[in-house]
C-alpha cells in the first residue's frame, strides 16, 4: 500500500450521459456501473467540450479548452506534441502508468507519458492468431460508423473489450507494488458497429425499447437527407425495424461493456485495492441514435455532448457516497482532478477544474455554464458552439449563424426549439457567446456581436505553435 491513491480512469466512446440505469433510463442495464456509482459520486451534467473522439480526447489528457489545446473538431493525423499531459505530469510524480485500449494518439504508438501502451493494434494481432473460425474483427460485415446493428460474429472472450480487460488485469497482477498506479482502460465501444456479443443481443432485441425523440425542428434532416441512405448516413429516416435492431444492438452493446467493467472492479474489490483507487468512468461524448433523424456525434444537442461521469473516491477520503451532483463539470476537469488527488502541481496551461471538491459537497458548483464547440464535420455548415447553465441550452451555428434554444427543464430531449419565442432570453445567450468567444483567431465575435465565418477543425498550421501557450 502506498500514501497516494491509485487511479484508475475508464474511457468509453459514444456512450450517451443518459445512459445509466441509475438515472431511469427505461432499456439501459448497468448494474455493475450503478453498484460503482453507489461508492461514488454520479455527475448529472457532465459534457464533452468538443463532442468527437480526438478534440475531446485531447482536451482529456492536457486538461485545456478545444481551443487552446488546438483541436476543435475531428482531424486525425495530427501531431500530439504537448509540453504537458495527464500521464506525463504523474508518470513525473512517481506513479506507475498504463493506458490499455484506445488512444488516438498521433502517431499510434505515441505513448504521451504513459509508461505502458496496450493498443487496439495489439488486439487485432492477438486476434489473428487465434484458430478457428474467420477472426477478422470486421468480418461481421458492418463499417465502424454504421447504424446497423446485430450481433458479433465472435464468441464473448474474443472480443476486443474482453482482451482489454484481460490485459488490465495482467497489469494489476504485475504492477510495482512500491508504486501507486494510474491506469487508463480505454474502450472503443459503445462506438459503432453495434455487434455486441450474441448472449446480449438477444436479451434486448425483443423488448418493447423507446423510440427515437423527434424535434418539432428536425424535419429538415430527413427531407434533405440523401436516399437510399449509405449505411453510414448522418442522417435520415430509417424503416422502424432497422431502427429498432440499432438501438436493441446499442442497449445491448452497453450490457457488455458493463460486464467487463465490473469484471474488473470485482477484481480490484477481491484484491483489496477498490478503497484505496479514486476510479472515474466517463465517455468521449454521446450517441444521436436516431433522435432527430440524427446519427453518430458531433452535435450540441443532450444525446451527443452530454456524457456519464462517475467518480469514486478512496476510502480515506472523507466525502459524501451515493449521491448525483448536477454541477456543470466537463472532460477538461478530468486532468486537474487526478492531480489533485496526488498532490502534484498542476500546469499553467490546466484550464479544468478539479472535481474533487464536489465529492464532498456535491451542492457547489464550478462555473456558471459550460461551453462546447465543433467545426463541420459531416457537411459544410454543420458546426457548433453551444452554452448550458442546466435549465437554457444555446447552440449558435458560426458558419451560417442558426441560433436553437432549449429549455432543458422542461424539455431535456431538446423537441421545442424556443429561439423564437424567448426573445430576451435568446439576446441574453447571444451576448454571452459574444464575450465568450471574443479575441479567438477565427474572429467569431467582437466581444459584444456574434460574426459567422470559417472554422477549422485544427487551427494550428505548424506543429512548434503548439508550445505557444
Not at 448494474?31 to 468538443?50: E, I, K, Q, V
Not at 513525473?92 to 498504463?98: C, E, L, M, P
Not at 424539455?411 to 435568446?426: F, G, M, N, T
Request: aromatic share 10%; hydrophobic share 35%; net charge negative.
Amino acid at each position: 500500500m502506498t500514501d497516494r491513491p491509485h487511479m484508475l480512469l475508464i474511457i468509453t466512446d459514444h456512450w450517451r450521459g443518459d445512459c445509466l440505469s441509475r438515472l431511469g433510463h427505461p432499456a439501459v442495464e448497468t448494474p455493475h456501473l450503478d453498484s460503482l456509482s453507489a461508492r461514488g459520486t454520479t455527475f448529472t451534467r457532465a459534457y464533452t467540450p468538443c463532442p468527437s473522439c480526438v478534440a475531446a480526447r485531447r482536451s482529456l489528457m492536457t486538461g485545456m479548452t478545444p481551443y487552446s489545446q488546438g483541436m476543435v473538431g475531428y482531424r486525425d493525423g495530427q501531431p500530439w506534441d504537448y509540453p504537458h499531459s495527464l500521464a506525463g505530469e504523474l508518470t513525473a510524480a512517481g506513479y506507475q502508468t498504463a493506458n490499455i485500449g484506445k488512444t488516438h494518439f498521433y502517431p499510434s504508438r505515441k505513448h504521451l507519458g504513459f509508461e505502458q501502451l496496450v493498443i487496439p493494434a495489439d488486439y487485432e494481432e492477438w486476434l489473428g492468431q487465434q484458430p478457428g473460425i474467420e477472426t477478422e474483427k470486421l468480418a461481421h460485415g458492418v463499417p465502424a460508423n454504421s447504424w446497423l446493428g446485430r450481433p458479433n460474429h465472435l464468441p464473448e472472450h474474443q472480443m476486443e473489450e474482453t482482451y482489454f480487460v484481460g490485459r488490465a488485469l495482467d497489469f494489476l497482477h504485475k504492477r510495482d507494488p512500491t508504486r501507486p498506479f494510474f491506469l487508463t482502460l480505454s474502450f472503443n465501444g459503445p462506438h459503432p458497429p453495434w455487434c455486441p456479443p450474441q448472449v446480449y443481443y438477444d436479451q434486448f432485441i425483443d423488448r418493447d425499447l423507446p423510440k427515437p425523440e423527434i424535434g418539432d425542428w428536425a424535419e429538415r434532416h430527413a427531407r434533405d437527407a440523401r436516399y437510399p441512405l449509405d449505411v453510414n448516413a448522418w442522417r435520415g429516416t430509417l424503416p422502424e425495424h432497422i431502427v429498432h435492431r440499432a438501438r436493441a444492438a446499442y442497449f445491448a452493446y452497453l450490457a457488455f461493456l458493463d460486464a467487463q467493467i465490473g469484471r474488473l472492479v470485482e477484481r480490484l474489490q477481491r484484491s483489496g485495492m477498490l478503497d484505496d483507487t479514486l476510479i472515474v468512468f466517463t465517455s468521449d461524448h454521446g450517441e444521436m441514435l436516431g433522435d432527430h433523424h440524427l446519427w453518430r456525434k458531433t452535435y450540441a444537442y443532450e444525446a451527443s455532448a452530454r456524457v456519464p461521469l462517475i467518480a469514486v473516491a478512496p476510502g480515506s477520503m472523507n466525502v459524501e457516497r451515493n449521491v448525483e451532483c448536477d454541477a456543470l463539470v466537463g472532460w477538461e476537469d478530468i486532468m486537474p482532478t487526478f492531480l489533485q488527488a496526488a498532490e502534484t502541481d498542476q500546469p499553467e496551461s490546466v484550464e479544468g477544474h478539479s472535481v474533487l471538491e464536489l465529492l464532498k459537497d456535491p451542492s457547489g458548483t464550478l462555473r456558471p455554464h459550460y461551453h462546447g464547440e465543433h467545426a463541420p464535420c459531416y457537411h459544410p455548415e454543420n458546426a457548433n458552439q453551444f452554452l448550458t447553465d442546466t435549465r437554457w441550452k444555446y447552440i449558435w451555428n458560426p458558419i451560417n449563424g442558426e441560433e436553437q434554444l432549449f429549455d432543458l427543464q422542461a424539455d431535456p430531449h431538446e423537441c421545442a426549439d424556443l429561439a423564437r419565442k424567448e426573445p430576451d432570453v435568446l439576446a441574453h445567450w447571444r451576448q454571452t457567446m459574444a464575450r465568450q468567444l471574443a479575441g479567438r483567431q477565427e474572429q467569431l465575435s467582437d466581444g459584444t456581436q456574434l460574426r459567422t465565418g470559417a472554422v477549422q477543425a485544427w487551427r494550428f498550421a505548424q506543429a512548434d505553435e503548439l508550445h505557444l501557450g
